[in-house]
């Protein structure tokens, strides 16, 4: 039952959030040319993976995972 709510409320967010996830990326073309930040990652058993977000930071800023800084 408890996973019916969690795919539920995921769907109807990433719909509602769908919209600002938009104009966040237009945003991020026109402010630097690069919206989306792509970083390397090491995660549970030091697995490495990649993390996706928007970009929050200058461009140019070095790219170090917090486990780094």
């Given amino acids: 039952m ?8 995921s769907v ?4 509602l959030g769908f919209p600002i996830f938009v104009v966040l990326f ?3 073309i026109f402010e ?6 792509f970083q390397e990652r090491i ?3 030091q697995k490495k993976f990649l993390l996706i977000k928007f970009r929050t930071m ?3 800023t070095l790219s170090v995972g917090t486990h780094l800084v």
């Fill in 26 to 28: 237009l945003y991020g």
């Fill in 58 to 60: 200058k461009v140019g």
């Fill in 32 to 37: 630097n040319g690069k919206p989306i930040f």
């Fill in 2 to 9: 408890v996973r019916v709510f969690d795919l539920f409320f």
């Fill in 12 to 15: 109807v967010g990433g719909v």
């Fill in 43 to 45: 995660g549970l058993g």
